[in-house]
Nanobody, 116 residues
């Protein structure tokens, strides 16, 4: 499975960005896709995930500001990020996991910088 993420960039505090990730390869119908983020020197942390069945999971720090969505036909996952804060600055990674086999994959990171 290959994951191609896009949409990062520089935004002012309070602004919005939308991340996109396209999955290709051996995609199985029962899976979870989502986003994690990492700051240098810290562990990668969950931002938001969404299963193929529609179940969402959000980090507490982004609830109410970020929305995850999917296009299961196109095997894509999106992260709409609103009301961005400087502490949201990180490299964001797309993630895919097959819920039957447990195999997981990461996309390349996309940098989000929130700064005035």
């Amino acid at each position: 499975v290959q994951l191609q993420a896009s949409g990062g960039g520089l935004v002012q505090p309070g602004g919005s960005l939308r991340l996109s990730c396209a999955a290709s390869g051996s995609i199985f119908s029962i899976n979870v896709m989502g986003w994690y983020r990492q700051i240098p020197g810290k562990e990668r942390e969950l931002v938001a995930t969404k299963t193929s069945g529609g179940r969402n999971d959000y980090a507490g720090s982004v609830k109410g500001r970020f929305t995850i969505s999917r296009d299961n036909v196109k095997n894509m996952v999106f992260l709409q990020m609103n009301s961005l804060k400087p502490e949201d600055t990180a490299t964001y990674y797309c993630h895919y996991r097959d819920l039957v086999s447990g195999q997981a994959y990461w996309g390349q990171g996309t940098l989000v910088t929130v700064s005035s």
